[in-house]
T-cell receptor, first 114, second 117 residues
C-alpha cells in the first residue's frame, strides 16, 4: 500500500543528545515536509524539500537539520541546540503538479526529552 | 501574513447532535486554498476537504458539509448526526497559490470534538 511511514512512534532522548526521526514515502511525491505540533497548538513548519538534495527552512528551523538524499526519504535530526524538543513530529508529502494538490501525513513520532 | 483562527478550543456533544466547527482566515492573496484535516487519537492527520478560493459552492459529503463564505472569510465545517467515531481534533488550514505547486500550509490551533454516547 502507498503511504508515509514514520519511525519510531515514540522516542525518548536525554538532554544534550541528537536524535534522528525517520520519514519514508512511496507515493512518488516530490515535496516533503516536517511539522511540529505542541499541545493545544496547530502545526508549525520546520523544514521542507521540493527536490532531492535541496531543502528550505520553515518557520521554526532553529535546532533542527534535514537531508534529502533520496526522493523517498526526508529524515529530521533534532539537535541539542533545540531548546524545547519535546513535541509530536509529523511528516507530510505532496506532489508538485499544482497548488491544488494535497499534503498527506504520516502517523507521527512523539519525542520526549528526559 | 496569513492566519487561521479556530476560536472553539473544545466542543462536547451527545451522539446524533449536529455540530459546526468554525474557521476564520486572513490572507491578502486573491487565490488561495482552504483545507480541513481530522486528527484522531492515533495522531495521523487525515485529509477531509480542499476548497479553491474561486469556488464558493458549499459541499456535502455524507454527514459532512462545508460552508465557504468569502464575504466573512469563513470556512465552517458541519457534522450532521454526530457519532462517537467523529471524536477527534479538527484543523482548518490555508495555503496560497504557487506556480511551482508548492504549498505552505498555515494551520489553525484546532478544535477538539468530543462526542459522547
Amino acid at each position: 500500500d502507498g503511504g508515509i511511514t514514520q519511525s519510531p512512534k515514540y522516542l525518548f532522548r536525554k538532554e544534550g543528545q541528537n536524535v534522528t526521526l525517520s520519514c519514508e514515502q512511496n507515493l512518488n511525491h516530490d515535496a516533503m515536509y516536517w511539522y511540529r505540533q505542541d499541545p493545544g497548538q496547530g502545526l508549525r513548519l520546520i523544514y521542507y524539500s521540493q527536490i532531492v538534495n535541496d531543502f528550505q527552512k520553515g518557520d521554526i528551523a532553529e535546532g533542527y537539520s534535514v537531508s534529502r538524499e533520496k526522493k523517498e526519504s526526508f529524515p529530521l535530526t533534532v539537535t541539542s541546540a533545540q531548546k524545547n524538543p519535546t513535541a509530536f513530529y509529523l511528516c507530510a508529502s505532496s506532489p508538485l503538479r499544482s497548488s491544488t494538490d494535497t499534503q498527506y501525513f504520516g502517523p507521527g513520532t512523539r519525542l520526549t526529552v528526559l | 501574513a496569513q492566519k487561521v483562527t479556530q476560536a472553539q478550543t473544545e466542543i462536547s456533544v451527545v451522539e446524533k447532535e449536529d455540530v459546526t466547527l468554525d474557521c476564520v482566515y486572513e490572507t491578502r492573496d486573491t487565490t488561495y486554498y482552504l483545507f480541513w484535516y481530522k486528527q484522531p487519537p492515533s495522531g495521523e492527520l487525515v485529509f477531509l476537504i480542499r476548497r479553491n478560493s474561486f469556488d464558493e459552492q458549499n459541499e456535502i459529503s455524507g454527514r459532512y458539509s462545508w460552508n465557504f463564505q468569502k464575504s466573512t472569510s469563513s470556512f465552517n465545517f458541519t457534522i450532521t448526526a454526530s457519532q462517537v467515531v467523529d471524536s477527534a481534533v479538527y484543523f482548518c488550514a490555508l495555503s496560497e497559490a504557487s506556480h511551482t505547486g508548492f504549498q505552505k500550509l498555515v494551520f489553525g490551533t484546532g478544535t477538539r470534538l468530543l462526542v459522547s454516547p
